[in-house]
């Protein structure tokens, strides 16, 4: 069955330091997105991705990240200098047409910054 | 603003014991809701979409059910292995496609 794939599973970083989460999304899908949850925090929307472009974005969403397609199957989110506050679990999602088809999630990359 | 409210916090039941999880939202017209499963330290995983009041969905011991206000996540003779957070998520009418969740009911069921 098809899935999303993200790595790494967790990622400890220094304060200060970038860091890339990567995902591989389901083949056909055509939508991307990243949402993160804080440690016993509600799933929150960050960015979505179509057509090579940031769709749309949330407030968290600052100049400090970004999100990028490099080639034909992976999806990027960098976090130029990571904040303490930056620590949660980032998920990348993908569904295969706009409107109200589900979104399928990855496991997610635990991200802990010190 | 869009609003998405779950309860109760916490579920713990007894294997075999019946109970509903609820999920209710405030949309200006809602476009659909979803259901997913949460495992500790795992990405939510797909359970049921519903896209109109009185829609229901059946997937093993779990059915979902909406309404114009809520939607019901029942469970039937729940087994441990349904331990889990449920989540609810709308999807915001300003939007296409952006996901708001509810902070989820965590389920534990005990053998």
């Known amino acids: 069955e098809p899935e999303v794939t993200q790595t790494p599973s967790h990622q400890v970083t220094q304060m200060g330091q970038e860091v890339i989460l990567r995902c591989v999304p389901i083949?056909?899908?055509?939508?991307f997105y990243w949402y993160r949850q804080i440690l016993g925090q509600k799933v929150e929307f960050l960015v979505s991705?179509?057509?090579?472009?940031?769709?749309?974005k949330s407030e968290i969403f600052d100049d400090q990240f970004s999100v990028e397609r490099p080639d034909g199957s992976n999806f990027t989110l960098k976090i130029r200098s990571t904040k303490l506050e930056d620590s949660a679990m980032y998920f990348c999602?993908?569904?295969?047409?706009?409107?109200?088809?589900?979104?399928?999630f990855g496991q997610g990359t635990r991200l802990t910054v010190v | 603003e869009d609003q998405v409210t779950q309860s109760p916090e916490a579920l713990r039941l007894q294997e075999g014991e019946s109970s509903s999880l609820n999920c209710s939202y405030t949309?200006?017209?809602?476009?659909?809701l979803f259901w997913y499963r949460q495992d500790p330290g795992k990405g939510p995983e797909f359970l049921f979409t519903?896209?109109?009041a009185g829609e229901e969905k059946e997937k093993e011991r779990l059915k979902a059910t909406l309404t114009k206000k809520e939607s019901f996540l029942h469970i039937t003779a729940p087994k441990p292995e349904d331990s889990a957070t449920y989540l609810c998520?709308?999807?915001?009418?300003?939007?296409?496609?952006?996901?708001?969740f509810g902070e989820g009911t965590q389920l534990t069921v005990n053998p």
């Open positions: 999602a993908s569904r295969n047409r706009q409107g109200l088809t589900e979104a399928f």
């Open positions: 998520a709308v999807p915001l009418i300003a939007s296409g496609s952006r996901l708001t």
């Open positions: 991705f179509y057509n090579n472009e940031i769709s749309e």
């Open positions: 083949s056909n899908h055509l939508y």
């Open positions: 519903l896209y109109s």
């Open positions: 949309v200006s017209g809602l476009r659909g």
